[in-house]
């Protein structure tokens, strides 16, 4: 669940910003915007909300769970009095760079028994409705952290847990198992407060993980969902589970799946690994899909479900046996890999050493103009540097392996440090530095475009975020769901690299990769005739047409039954249906279209290419006409009189008559390729080519229309997609809408 980020107030930056600069002085132990009195803050507060630490280094003793919006006073206490005897330093700080969490509270308090105010410290806050994530920034402390859920005012006489149910679909067979897959819908409502989170875990022991979509399970065997629901004021409603089990739809498939296995890690000249050896095992099957994968350690180990890369840290020699089983049943031969692990010769029990420089082009102020450039060093005498990581704004740490560029404007915090070939890692330096807004800055070099809030893989959304990645490009960017993948067995393997090396990055953690990994198979990305390199922007579900945003006259309807839009016959008016998610460069855009107009008539129709956002343009009072002015229209009309531009014309540019690859009747889907490459538009009708257009050359308008700004007949090099409606009178319907950049 999502909150919206808040605006910060100009007063609380700055003070924030000196805090912060006085912490990384030395000047005092707290960098956290307000006033740190005990007194004061107590009586100027409406409410008290204290935590307490003490000897243990992974979770905080006591931590309020829910607040209400308004005035608070923030007590954090680690002293002799809360049961630390060791003189361990502790911290609270409220996270501000994860967009699931509110960030207008900047607080990051240190305290130990020996400080001046023997540990206890208090700030005045000001908290806003939703979630704050709060954590120790000590390195070694991950485990203390958690989640404060804050209300609107007048929500505290909600006592009453939500209530919840679950249900399973799907189609069954005589002995009451699920034919190929079940899906279960999770459902919960809370008259109170009203629902916060839902959250379900698969298995007796699976983790639990955020509900935002209904639950597919296809994994033959018999399944338990656990699910509970909070409500905003902090009422937990009690655990229940559903039951159910998975069958192997019928096939004639008898292969077993292909399996593998590699072994990595760091190895000494003999070959053997040094400290651990990682052992990934990997499973396709071109049948009913690969529904388990089982290893076991030793000849006589029993048999595990496999689920990430196991870890040996026992030194020894080693034998890692694995199996899979598809969905029909059919069990791989056991395979097995050997291997030895000793211990990693050293002695040093020293820490590396690491600096940090930063560069770039800096204005009065001493803020760096657009970007700065964050270089890290890091040396190690003994045993040598294994590692430099870095962590920016709080995030988690990522692996460092060249100068980082930071360019988004505001203020910021780097931390930075290394561990050596002994295991030594050194206390985390940190810095801090603004950047202003400047001229542009080059983008990153990724294999695609996708800065969608959450992972998609194909049509399939994960619901995790799509976090930036150490190289700036997203994880969408990195997954590559719209490259011409030649087997769906390639396909997830490419995925189970990048999930691999973001989990050894700390970008996404065990949950989130799991979900990611099972979007991948459930998309089918690969498989012959099913993705072909396309990714669909509507594949006739209400949830994909979601995805489409109107503007202007008319409307569209669904026709579930047939995966298809039709124009409306009573609301008139030309307007156009959008995919705002993203712009594209070259691309092949594929569709069906069908003439649905009543009478005797044609339908006038099109689709638009290559036009910017309509909502940049605000002085057009019409907003589908941002499409008319800056893109192309790739017209849609088999009439045979009237309007010159018939279906292929780019209109206003280029003419093609009826003809080509003949007018098909009204009533009967055509298929429409439009191929965009640089400034060369070709338009294909039923597989045949129609219309070959090179839009350079200085082509003038046939005729001019008065104020469209593209003078020369050039247009964008990127933009988004539409259809046009043009009234009730030219029905036209689409369906199976699909895309592949070039």
């Known amino acids: 669940m999502t909150t919206a980020r808040r605006r910060r107030r100009p007063g609380a930056f700055w003070t924030a910003l000196l805090a912060s600069l006085l912490m990384v002085l030395g000047l005092t132990s707290t960098a956290a915007y307000g006033r740190e009195d005990d007194t004061a803050a107590d009586a100027a507060a409406e409410q008290v909300l204290t935590w307490t630490a003490g000897d243990p280094i992974d979770r905080y003793l006591s931590f309020p769970k829910t607040a209400v919006a308004g005035k608070a006073t923030i007590v954090f206490e680690n002293s002799a009095a809360t049961g630390n005897t060791t003189s361990m330093p502790h911290t609270l700080t409220f996270s501000v760079s994860d967009p699931e969490f509110n960030d207008d509270v900047q607080l990051n308090i240190l305290a130990n028994p020996g400080d001046a105010q023997g540990g206890r410290h208090s700030v005045e806050v000001t908290l806003s409705p939703g979630r704050y994530f709060y954590h120790c920034t000590i390195p070694g402390h991950g485990q203390m952290q958690g989640i404060l859920t804050v209300t609107e005012g007048g929500g505290g006489d909600d006592t009453d847990a ?257 561990t050596d070939k002994a295991g030594n890692t050194s206390e985390a330096r940190k810095a801090s530095f603004t950047v202003a807004r400047g001229g542009g800055v080059p983008a990153p070099n990724c294999a695609e475009f996708d800065e969608r809030h959450t992972v998609f893989v194909g049509t399939v959304d994960t619901g995790v975020p799509n976090r930036i990645t150490r190289n700036r490009c997203t994880v969408n960017e990195l997954i590559e769901d719209e490259k011409d993948w030649s087997s769906h067995a390639l396909f997830l393997k490419h995925v189970t690299a990048v999930l691999d090396r973001l989990l050894t990055d700390g970008v996404v953690d065990q949950r989130e990769r799991k979900a990611v990994d099972r979007a991948a198979r459930q998309s089918g990305i690969g498989r012959p005739g099913q993705s072909e390199g396309y990714t669909k922007l509507f594949d006739g579900t209400a949830a994909s047409l979601a995805r489409w945003q109107h503007v202007g006259g008319g409307a569209f309807g669904l026709n579930a039954a047939e995966g298809s839009i039709t124009s409306s016959t009573s609301v008139d008016g030309m307007g156009m249906l959008w995919f705002p998610a993203r712009a594209y460069g070259d691309f092949s855009l594929k569709l069906q279209w069908r003439d649905d107009a009543p009478g005797a008539g044609n339908a006038n129709g099109g689709v638009f290419v290559r036009f910017p956002k309509v909502h940049d343009h605000p002085e057009e009072s019409r907003p589908e006409w941002v499409a008319v002015k800056y893109g192309h229209e790739v017209q849609i009309n088999d009439r045979p009189d009237g309007d010159m531009y018939k279906t292929g014309s780019l209109y206003g540019f280029d003419r093609v008559g009826l003809g080509g690859a003949g007018v098909t009747p009204k009533g009967t889907w055509n298929d429409y390729e439009i191929r965009v490459v640089d400034q060369r538009y070709e338009v294909y009708r039923n597989g045949v080519l129609i219309n070959s257009f090179d839009n350079r050359g200085g082509q003038l308008f046939e005729p001019p229309r008065g104020d469209d700004p593209g003078t020369d007949g050039r247009r964008f090099a990127s933009g988004y997609i539409g259809l046009q409606v043009h009234g009730v009178s030219d029905v036209i319907s689409y369906r199976d809408i699909r895309i592949k950049e070039l």
Do not use: C
């Open 162 to 418: 939500p209530q919840t149910s679950a249900k399973v679909d799907g189609d069954k067979n005589a002995e009451g198992a699920y034919i190929g897959q079940a899906t279960v819908t999770v459902a919960a409502t809370d008259t109170g407060s009203g629902v916060d989170t839902v959250e379900y875990a698969l298995g007796r022991d699976g983790p639990w993980q955020p509900y935002t979509a209904p639950v597919v399970v296809d994994e033959v065997g018999s399944h338990t969902l656990r699910y509970r629901a909070t409500d905003k004021a902090g009422n937990a409603a009690p655990e229940r589970s559903v039951d159910f089990a998975v069958a192997a739809p019928p096939t004639d498939d008898t292969t077993p799946p292909d399996t593998s296995a590699t072994v990595s890690g760091e190895r000494d000249a003999a070959g053997a690994y040094l400290g651990m050896a990682t052992v990934t095992v990997t499973a396709s099957d071109t049948g009913s899909g690969v529904n388990t994968i089982e290893y076991a350690l030793g000849a006589d180990g029993g048999w595990k479900p496999y689920t990430a890369p196991v870890m040996v840290h026992e030194v020894g020699e080693h034998t890692v046996r694995y199996r899979a089983t598809d969905r029909s049943g059919n069990t791989a031969a056991e395979k097995s890999v050997g291997f030895t692990v000793v211990e990693p010769p050293s002695q040093d029990r020293t820490a590396p050493e690491t600096s940090l420089k930063l560069e770039g082009d800096k204005n009065s102020d001493g803020a760096f103009i657009t970007s700065a450039r964050a270089a890290v060093s890091a040396t190690d005498d003994d045993s040598g540097v294994s590692k430099v990581e870095y962590s920016l704004d709080g995030g988690p740490y990522l692996a460092y392996t060249a100068p980082v560029i930071v360019d988004r404007v505001g203020h910021h915090t780097f931390a930075h440090r290394a």
